[in-house]
């Protein structure tokens, strides 16, 4: 496997993250691709430029590849109409190399469960995306059972880290938190919520990767331990060494503003995952492939709090 190529297709946050993870453990041959044929930031790897929606593209993009990890989506106000064009897409192009799949996926389409999430919950999503994440994870567990392509789909909760920007502990929360702007978040902050560092998640799909035993199936990548939202929102101010200013958004609240504001309106379908305990269980992960490091939450806020300021600092001398 050492001497082929893996792909990730995608170089969002998770995408380079799996990057990060791949070079961790020696691999030599990455194969990014994007439509744009560059990266944000530096690094030793090939960058391909294609639309993995496109057959042709695929087939081209994934030539070779021994793994290709599936980190791309579209913007998430178009998932119901490109997300599942883009994943069939990405499927055929690992078919054809004869590669495995690796999919990074969340947890939408599980629905309101009022219970910790496990594998093997029944799909009962009511919104659109939720019943697009359920619809692309259904086919590609058909296409492995079919023989077309050897699939693996990974599941982590709502991320945070290095790059990530679009999440609801983004830049809404860190960077926020760092000009000395209040803090807005949705729903309860005093219910358990399960948050996924992205490092920890793109180990997560590495593992996948490596191991044949991980084929065919849904997998909870295993997180931190679990707080409350404000839980976490403490750990920031406190790396910070600065006052908390934090207020919740109420789902009245949460519907005016949408009236204005797409992506808080989009927001409105998984709410109820901030109003009601979010657990992950990733115990059938650590059954199969031992117990997992991860990192702690005070470790990867540190991380994510020493990007943001990078950012900002180059953001000022630009």
């Given at each position: 496997m050492s001497n082929q190529?893996?792909?990730?297709?995608?170089?969002g946050p998770l995408g380079m993250a799996v990057m990060r993870e791949l070079k961790r453990r020696g691999v030599e041959r990455i194969r990014m691709v994007n439509r744009s044929g560059r990266l944000s930031?530096?690094?030793?790897?090939?960058?391909?430029?294609g639309d993995a929606s496109q057959l042709?593209?695929?087939?081209?993009?994934?030539?070779?590849?021994?793994?290709?990890?599936?980190?791309?989506?579209?913007?998430?106000?178009?998932?119901?109409?490109?997300?599942?064009?883009?994943?069939?897409?990405?499927m055929a192009g690992a078919a054809a190399a004869g590669a495995k799949l690796i999919?990074?996926?969340?947890?939408?389409?599980?629905?309101?469960?009022?219970?910790?999430?496990?594998?093997?919950?029944?799909?009962?999503?009511?919104?659109?995306?939720?019943?697009?994440?359920?619809?692309?994870?259904?086919?590609?567990?058909?296409?492995?059972?079919?023989?077309?392509?050897?699939?693996a789909i990974g599941r982590a909760s709502d991320f945070y880290g290095p790059g990530v920007k679009q999440s609801s502990?983004?830049?809404?929360?860190?960077?926020?938190?760092?000009?000395?702007?209040?803090?807005?978040?949705?729903?309860?902050?005093?219910?358990?919520?399960?948050?996924?560092?992205?490092?920890?998640?793109?180990?997560?799909?590495?593992?996948?990767?490596?191991?044949?035993?991980a084929l065919g199936e849904v997998w909870h990548l295993p997180s931190a331990k679990t707080h409350t939202t404000r839980q976490m929102l403490e750990l920031i101010f406190d790396e910070l060494g600065t006052a908390s200013k934090i207020s919740?958004?109420?789902?009245?609240?949460?519907?005016?503003?949408?009236?204005?504001?797409?992506?808080?309106?989009?927001?409105k379908e998984v709410l109820y995952e901030f109003e009601h305990p979010f657990i992950v269980d990733h115990s059938k992960f650590e059954a199969v492939f031992g117990p997992q490091t991860t990192t702690p939450h005070e470790e990867a806020i540190r991380h994510t709090?020493?990007?943001?300021?990078?950012?900002m600092q180059e953001e000022r001398v630009g």
């Open positions: 190529v893996h792909v990730i297709v995608g170089t930031e530096t690094a030793a790897v090939e960058v391909a430029k042709a593209d695929a087939v081209a993009l994934c030539k070779d590849a021994a793994v290709v990890y599936h980190c791309a989506h579209p913007g998430y106000t178009n998932w119901p109409t490109q997300f599942p064009g883009l994943t069939r897409g990405i999919y990074g996926d969340n947890l939408y389409m599980y629905g309101q469960a009022n219970q910790p999430l496990t594998e093997n919950l029944p799909h009962l999503a009511t919104g659109k995306k939720g019943q697009t994440r359920a619809q692309m994870a259904e086919e590609l567990l058909l296409a492995h059972q079919s023989g077309k392509v050897r699939v502990l983004g830049e809404r929360v860190f960077g926020f938190a760092l000009s000395g702007k209040p803090v807005g978040l949705l729903g309860n902050l005093d219910v358990p919520h399960t948050y996924t560092y992205i490092d920890d998640f793109a180990r997560g799909l590495v593992t996948l990767g490596h191991e044949e035993r919740a958004l109420s789902r009245g609240m949460v519907t005016m503003i949408g009236l204005f504001h797409p992506m808080l309106r989009e927001l709090v020493r990007w943001y300021k990078d950012r």
